[in-house]
């Protein structure tokens, strides 16, 4: 596969398949990805580190086929002794990208563990690991789902960061207001560091809907009517959304995002497009 050069950098977000087959697809999806010359592929990690091992082999697959990885680490539920175990796991197999999250608990469990916050486990690695790590955070535009105020929620944003984090991803977003609004309020409080826009393309509109109905992200009006109202015309969803998906990157590249992070759910597709057209802007 040709090489697609993109404007700024890019990377891609993938969770722990659970099959063989699945195992087999990402691979291809990683090979052709590879072709935007990612700065990274990240790994996500379930509740309470329900796909810790998962998390593992995956990481350490993309690593071996060359690409660097970053592996999602939350510390909800979890005790310092066994960060100190993930960590000393991802050390031996040539990790050293760390994505740092709270997290969830699963479901049923009542102990939320030695971490609070993820500021707590970005201090706790800073202070038990020095340099080590890169570690990226997570970062809201438009406020934690489980935030009532954006001010708190800025706050504990400028904390993860001074707490030593290199770097945050956002929540997924389609209002390029709200990412520029945001990281404006993040460099008032002093936060330097980038804070890289995270972008979900359509994959499916129903889902991805649901999503941001979960987590209090707007999805605009327009765009939802014209969605719904394409009802079952798929090459139609594919073709909008790929259109809005685009011209939202090409918003965030102008307004000086310093690169942009794909959620893939595992496919290829609409993210090398996407690339693809943004390749065109260089």
């Known amino acids: 596969m040709d090489e697609i050069r993109t404007p700024i950098p890019v990377s891609f977000e993938f969770f722990p398949p659970n099959t063989p087959v699945g195992s087999e697809k990402l691979r291809g999806v990683v090979a052709e990805l590879g072709a935007t010359n990612p700065e990274f592929f990240s790994v996500t990690y379930g509740a309470g580190g329900s796909t810790r091992e998962k998390t593992l082999a995956t990481v350490s697959e993309i690593a071996a ?27 031996e197999r040539g990790i050293r990208r760390l994505v740092a999250l709270r997290g969830d608990l699963p479901s049923g469990t009542a102990t939320a563990g030695e971490f609070r916050y993820a500021a707590d486990l970005v201090r706790f690695i ?24 954006a001010k708190r929620d800025l706050q504990h944003f400028a904390e993860k960061m001074g707490a030593g984090a290199n770097a945050a991803i956002t929540q997924f977003f389609f209002n390029a207001d709200a990412y520029f609004h945001f990281v404006s309020e993040a460099r008032a409080l002093g936060v330097s560091a980038p804070i890289v826009p995270g972008i979900m393309p359509f994959h499916n509109y129903a889902r991805i809907a649901q999503f941001a109905q979960r987590d209090g992200i707007e999805i605009p009006r327009w765009v ?21 998906v685009t011209q939202l990157c090409e918003r965030l590249i102008a307004g000086g995002a310093p690169s942009i992070h794909f959620y893939t759910l595992n496919q290829s597709a609409l993210a090398l497009e996407i690339c693809r057209r943004l390749a065109r802007l260089v």
Request: glycine share 6%; charged share 25%; hydrophobic share 40%.
């Open 126 to 149: 800073r202070d038990t690991e020095a340099n080590h790590w890169h570690i990226e955070v997570a970062a809201y535009p438009e406020v934690h789902p489980q935030q009532r105020y």
């Open 65 to 91: 086929m060359g690409h660097e990885a970053a592996a999602h680490l939350s510390c909800i539920g979890a005790t310092r002794e066994s960060i100190r175990e993930i960590l000393a796991t991802y050390r």
């Open 224 to 244: 939802a009517m014209k969605m719904e109202g394409f009802m079952d015309d798929a090459a139609s969803i594919r073709a909008f959304g790929l259109d809005v």
